[in-house]
T-cell receptor, first 113, second 115 residues
Framework: SAVISQKPSRDICQRGTSLTIQCQVD?????MFWYRQQPGQSLTLIAT?????????ESGFVIDKFPISRPNLTFSTLTVSNMSPEDSSIYLC??????????FGPGTRLTVT | AQSVAQPEDQVNVAEGNPLTVKCTYS??????LFWYVQYPNRGLQFLLK??????LVKGSYGFEAEFNKSQTSFHLKKPSALVSDSALYFC?????????????FGAGTTVTVRA
């Protein structure tokens, strides 16, 4: 398994600003993922962030809006840029150290006003 | 392509009764199947997985799941539910023919266990 921490745990931001979310893992992992989740809803994959390569974005998500950094095997950041109220959500990072299961961070609850 | 369906939005059971949360899947190759639980204001916690081998897999907190290839199902079960099992449960699948390690999640099932 893996232990994952995220910062901040929650934030309230003004529209038009940007927020950077940090994800720290207690062990080295190649595969890392960023998700968005509306409370009580399912998860939507934003992008896959593997160390040593550019992040791969899912349909509907673009690098200009959600730039991702993956500087090493234990850390990643997701930035939500030029925020609007529609970006209000829970953002989760996860890692896949094994055959297929993913382990998730506690999430960052973002509210945009 | 891979997908998973959870046909029930909500499951309500009395404490001490058996709990079943249903999941069906669709993959091109062979499935890797997973169950997760999410408590309020928390991240997802991994419960159990089926990769290969015995069709009945056991996981955390007394949960188990049975892989049924002919019915393309992977239902989560607990013989005797606790009030503390009340949470949101997600089934997820990965096609073993995929090398991108992405998971597809179901819509989730809210479980309420009444005292």
């Amino acid at each position: 398994s893996a232990v994952i921490s995220q910062k901040p745990s929650r934030d309230i931001c003004q529209r038009g600003t940007s927020l950077t979310i940090q994800c720290q893992v207690d062990s080295q992992v190649t595969m890392m993922f960023w998700y968005r989740q509306q409370p009580g809803q399912s998860l939507t994959l934003i992008a896959t962030a593997n160390q040593g390569s550019e992040a791969t974005y899912e349909s509907g998500f673009v690098i200009d809006k959600f730039p991702i950094s993956r500087p090493n095997l234990t850390f990643s950041t997701l930035t939500v840029s030029n925020m609007s109220p529609e970006d209000s959500s829970i953002y989760l990072c996860s890692v896949s150290p094994g055959v297929g299961e993913q382990y998730f961070g506690p999430g960052t609850r973002l509210t945009v006003t | 392509a891979q997908s998973v369906a959870q046909p029930e939005d909500q499951v309500n059971v009395a404490e001490g009764n058996p709990l079943t949360v249903k999941c069906t899947y669709s993959v091109s190759g062979n499935p890797y199947l997973f169950w997760y639980v999410q408590y309020p204001n928390r991240g997802l916690q991994f419960l159990l997985k089926y990769i290969t081998g015995d069709n009945l897999v056991k996981g955390s907190y007394g949960f188990e799941a049975e892989f049924n290839k002919s019915q393309t199902s992977f239902h989560l079960k607990k013989p005797s539910a606790l009030v503390s099992d009340s949470a949101l449960y997600f089934c997820a699948v990965r096609d073993d023919s995929s090398n991108d390690y992405k998971l597809s999640f179901g819509a989730g099932t809210t479980v309420t266990v009444r005292a």
